[in-house]
């Protein structure tokens, strides 16, 4: 069977018979997945409850978790095996195990403490080698915030790893002065840039180094991925300032077949429907691209977390392109359960929003997007959709078609700064944020009340004031709220949705949403199944 064939019988096709050697084996995974046990979310106060266990354990007179070392191995303290729960004791381990793999050397815990109760929870460890890497130390501390965990680990005597890093990437002048140095930026370096280990003219030199003339104080972010090539970037101000001279180059790099990350976290809603929601983490010290998007979907993330909702979210922080791609490929047999999406790109700047549509240009998403945009009485440009920009190309190419825009502010390409160094903090506003991330709410409200309704006295208006539903003064303007009364009651004939009647009622969504909501409890409207 094909990995489509599998993937799609383990999620309940029942056209597909798997191959008799497969089939006993397949159908216990099925079974597995299928049994509601295994896709119930753990209470939301599991965490906070391991960490008071941890807190309460460490904070007993003798629970001092000082690890002694006996040659050069660390051994667990017997005051610490018997005041801290097996399972407790792991999860601290366990938390530090992440950590070190992530540097790829296997270290030891020396001390772990926690802060005292009611202030912010921290574990701190001081770090030390093991046979694999034995002048390796450092410390590790892992503080608790708002949005998770922060990490800081520091470590030295690690030994050099040949997974594709940079180590180095500098050129010295013939007095052996670092005239660029990666170490400075790394946007110095061309992005993917072969090994490279020579003497060379300034002449000879000059075809590899890139500036931008218009702006000769910035450094530009440039790449190869396509060819195999190298080269250097620097500010047009330091190219001018080279001297004929002999320089040396090092680019010390390895390009091989490796691996592909990508974070997708999945916060489940009442249904198994799915908004996926994209950005793009690849971008070397660039702020607003997209370190911006990054902030962004984070913070939605965080407000959708502890609500209930009515779709799952997926939000997938992926590699540009390569990596929408690959988890497309590995998720091809689930993405008709994506209803709704947008990517978040270029999320900081003060420039006016921008929405590009996607390749259908008329989903629910699409006007969703319209609709808020209208009404937030900003500026604001709606693009159609071409096959050019970040990650919703991949999303909405013809084999997928998902229904899937982007939503940023200044567009790329369209801000001076895009792709230089001049993209930094300083570059992005905390207003800015904020207004992407109200309007993204706005939007993700949206689609979540979205429905269709059907008029359960069609026949001429109802007598709304019988129902304590209208003014029983007569002779004035009508409030926008009664507007909305009779807009709803009027349009909702099953085929438009709240949506198409908000917009062309003009009016807030909160009170499209009041209305219907009076409307189903006096009796007057139905709700009806999701189409």
């Known amino acids: 069977m094909s990995d489509d064939a599998v993937l799609a019988f383990l999620s309940g096709d029942t056209d597909i018979t798997p191959a008799t050697d497969d089939s006993a084996r397949l159908e216990q995974t099925r079974g597995l997945l299928g049994h509601p046990t295994l896709w119930v979310e753990p209470s939301p106060d599991l965490q906070q409850r391991v960490i008071a266990a941890v807190t309460a354990a460490t904070a007993t007179p003798n629970a001092n978790l000082a690890a002694v070392h006996h040659r050069g191995a660390p051994v667990e303290p017997a005051h610490w095996r018997r005041h801290l729960p097996r399972r407790i004791r792991n999860t601290v381990l366990a938390v530090a195990a992440a950590v070190l793999l992530g540097v790829g050397v296997g270290v030891g815990i020396a001390a772990v403490t926690s802060s005292h109760p009611g202030r912010s929870m921290e574990y701190a460890a001081s770090l030390s080698g093991t046979p694999l890497a034995p002048a390796a130390t450092g410390s590790v501390t892992l503080t608790q915030t708002s949005s998770g965990w922060r990490i800081h680990l520091t470590a030295t005597g690690l030994p050099r790893l040949d997974n594709g890093n940079?180590?180095?990437?500098?050129?010295?002048?013939?007095?052996g002065e670092r005239v660029v140095d990666f170490r400075n930026s790394n946007l110095h370096l061309v992005n993917y840039?072969?090994?490279?280990?020579?003497?060379?003219?300034?002449?000879?030199?000059?075809?590899?180094?890139?500036?931008?003339?218009?702006?000769?104080?910035?450094?530009?972010?440039?790449?190869?991925?396509?060819?195999?090539?190298?080269?250097?970037?620097?500010?047009?101000?330091?190219?001018?300032?080279?001297?004929?001279?002999?320089?040396?180059?090092?680019?010390?790099?390895?390009?091989?077949?490796?691996?592909?990350?990508?974070?997708?976290?999945?916060?489940?809603?009442?249904?198994?429907?799915?908004?996926?929601?994209?950005?793009?983490?690849?971008?070397?010290?660039?702020?607003?691209?997209?370190?911006?998007?990054?902030?962004?979907a984070t913070a939605l993330a965080q407000h959708l977390r502890n609500r209930d909702h009515r779709y799952t979210y997926r939000f997938i922080?992926?590699?540009?392109?390569?990596?929408?791609?690959?988890?497309?490929?590995?998720?091809?047999?689930?993405?008709?359960?994506?209803?709704?999406?947008?990517?978040?790109?270029?999320?900081?700047?003060?420039?006016?929003?921008?929405y590009k549509k996607s390749r259908r240009g008329n989903t629910e998403i699409d006007k969703a997007w319209s609709y808020v945009l209208e009404q937030s009485r900003h500026p604001f440009e709606i693009q159609e959709f071409s096959p050019f920009g970040y990650d919703e190309r991949q999303y909405c190419s013809p084999g997928f078609n998902l229904p899937i825009g982007s939503f940023m502010r200044t567009p790329y390409g369209k801000f001076a700064e895009y792709h230089s160094s001049a993209d930094n903090l300083d570059f992005v506003r905390p207003d800015a944020l904020r207004d992407t991330l109200d309007k993204a709410i706005a939007a993700v409200d949206v689609i979540e009340n979205n429905g269709y309704h059907l008029n359960q006295k069609p026949f001429c208006e109802p007598k709304l004031g019988d129902y304590g539903l209208y003014s029983a003064m007569g002779g004035l303007s009508v409030p926008d709220y009664q507007m909305a009364l009779l807009w709803v009651l009027n349009m909702s004939d099953g085929e438009n949705s709240l949506l198409d009647i908000a917009e062309k009622a003009k009016l807030p969504w909160d009170m499209m949403k009041q209305a219907a909501a009076a409307l189903t409890e006096a009796g007057l409207l139905k709700p009806l199944e999701p189409k």
């Open 166 to 175: 940079y180590y180095e990437g500098w050129l010295k002048n013939s007095a």
């Open 193 to 296: 840039s072969i090994p490279m280990n020579a003497r060379m003219t300034l002449a000879e030199l000059k075809p590899h180094l890139f500036s931008d003339p218009g702006r000769p104080g910035w450094i530009p972010y440039r790449t190869s991925y396509y060819k195999p090539t190298w080269g250097f970037c620097l500010s047009h101000d330091q190219l001018l300032a080279l001297p004929e001279d002999d320089y040396e180059v090092c680019i010390d790099s390895s390009l091989r077949p490796g691996h592909l990350t990508y974070g997708d976290l999945r916060l489940l809603g009442r249904s198994s429907d799915e908004v996926l929601i994209s950005c793009h983490v690849c971008h070397p010290s660039l702020c607003n691209d997209n370190l911006s998007g990054i902030a962004v």
């Open 317 to 354: 922080f992926v590699p540009g392109t390569i990596g929408s791609i690959a988890w497309l490929a590995l998720n091809k047999a689930h993405v008709g359960r994506i209803k709704h999406g947008f990517v978040l790109t270029c999320a900081g700047d003060s420039g006016p929003v921008t």
